[in-house]
């Protein structure tokens, strides 16, 4: 059986940094992203551990793909993407755990 995926983009507080990331398991992903599981990762030193935008497709193929396309984007393109679907740039945390 094939596993989907998922794209995701983490922020920091003051909303400064971005990340994307990919990932097959969206919920354990932001829990190692929010514990810094991994403290010499990007995310940990620049805490980012606010999921503002997530997308979800059918393989993880498709995700990796999709996740190669946004990295190529400049910030200003990442951030309408971003302001299209969550204006306020919520964190997203919630929706994931009841996903």
Not at 66 to 93: F, G, V
Request: charged share 30%; glycine share 4%.
């Amino acid at each position: 059986m094939e596993r989907g995926g998922v794209i995701y983009m983490l922020t920091n507080v003051n909303r400064t940094v971005l990340y994307i990331g990919v990932t097959s398991d969206l919920y354990t992903r932001l829990v190692e992203h929010r514990e810094k599981r991994y403290a010499n990762s990007f995310t940990s030193k620049y805490n980012s551990c606010l999921c503002v935008y997530y997308e979800s497709f059918p393989t993880i193929e498709e995700a990796i793909d999709r996740e190669k396309q946004l990295k190529k984007w400049n910030r200003s393109k990442k951030e309408n993407l971003i302001n299209k679907l969550n204006p306020q740039w919520n964190d997203l945390w919630q929706v994931v755990k009841e996903w």
